[in-house]
């Protein structure tokens, strides 16, 4: 069902000629388009901070093997699920509210050769298209501050969750120190913005039936990146390549918000590892 925030949040993410805009800039950076690799896709691919850093450290933390299957939820245009699958040759699924994210992501996959590990679906994050009991790993990075209803997000991510399963969580989390500053890259106002605080999120979890085995706040290790990343943009500029891609003109913007929610201590970043 359709509702005012997700079609709010569809508008804040969609751009219909997005797979277009992407293999343009892929041929002017010189990428094979038929041949693309993950490296050609690494400056747009994984849409969130600490890009695939910060995967590989929660992938770590969550123990993935190759034996298991995952749902990625709020997948983006795939870059998460195809590091995973690339990395451990882990089963992914990806799901996203967007659609145009899930169709640029499917061709993109399809061009790297992982389309027999990965797969996407369109759907509603608080009402999964998946049977109980479906996944080994749950795995969610920069999402869940885009939907309101978390009681009912994280009450999804435990009846797909095998038994003794896995969530793997990397988000952005409310901070101690005052609003957050708009625009930001997951919204351009506060209406689709849907942050709660560490302490909030353990209630959550624990209220939905998971065991937090792991939890790292890795708020300076973002910080610090936003510094280096903002160092770079005054030198250089933006990138052919990059998250203004997705964004569009104002992501100039809501980069300098980005870094300065950081320093002020408005949002905070934490990497969360839970079992069913």
């Not at 093997?65 to 795939?78: E, K, N």
């Not at 625009?183 to 939905?208: I, M, N």
Request: some cysteine.
């Amino acid at each position: 069902m359709r509702n005012a925030v997700n079609e709010a949040i569809r508008t804040h993410y969609g751009r219909p000629d997005l797979a277009a805009v992407i293999l343009a800039a892929l041929e002017d950076a010189g990428a094979d388009l038929q041949q693309l690799s993950l490296e050609a896709l690494a400056p747009i691919d994984e849409f969130h901070i600490r890009g695939r850093a910060a995967t590989l450290e929660l992938a770590q933390a969550a123990g993935l093997r190759s034996t298991m299957r995952v749902l990625d939820i709020g997948s983006g245009i795939g870059g998460t699920s195809r590091c995973l699958a690339k990395e451990f040759g882990c089963r992914v699924t990806g799901i996203n509210l967007t659609d145009e994210y899930c169709q640029v992501a499917s061709m993109l996959t399809a061009r790297v050769g992982l389309d027999a590990l990965v797969d996407y679906r369109q759907g509603d994050a608080t009402n999964l298209p998946f049977a109980d009991n479906e996944f080994d790993v749950v795995w969610s990075e920069h999402a869940a501050m885009n939907i309101p209803d978390k009681r009912r997000l994280y009450g999804e991510m435990h009846r797909v969750l095998k038994p003794g399963g896995t969530l793997a969580i990397y988000d952005v989390l409310a901070g101690p120190s005052g609003p957050v500053l708009f625009p930001v890259p997951w919204a351009r106002t506060p209406d689709t913005s849907f942050l709660v605080s560490p302490e909030e999120l353990r209630e959550l979890l624990r209220d939905s039936g998971f065991t937090v085995a792991d939890w790292k706040d890795t708020t300076a290790e973002a910080r610090e990146w936003f510094v280096k990343l903002a160092e770079r943009i005054r030198r250089e500029g933006f990138p052919a390549l990059g998250f203004h891609l997705l964004m569009g003109h104002d992501f100039r913007a809501m980069a300098q918000n980005q870094g300065r929610n950081l320093e002020e201590g408005r949002i905070s970043l934490g990497q969360i590892v839970s079992v069913k």
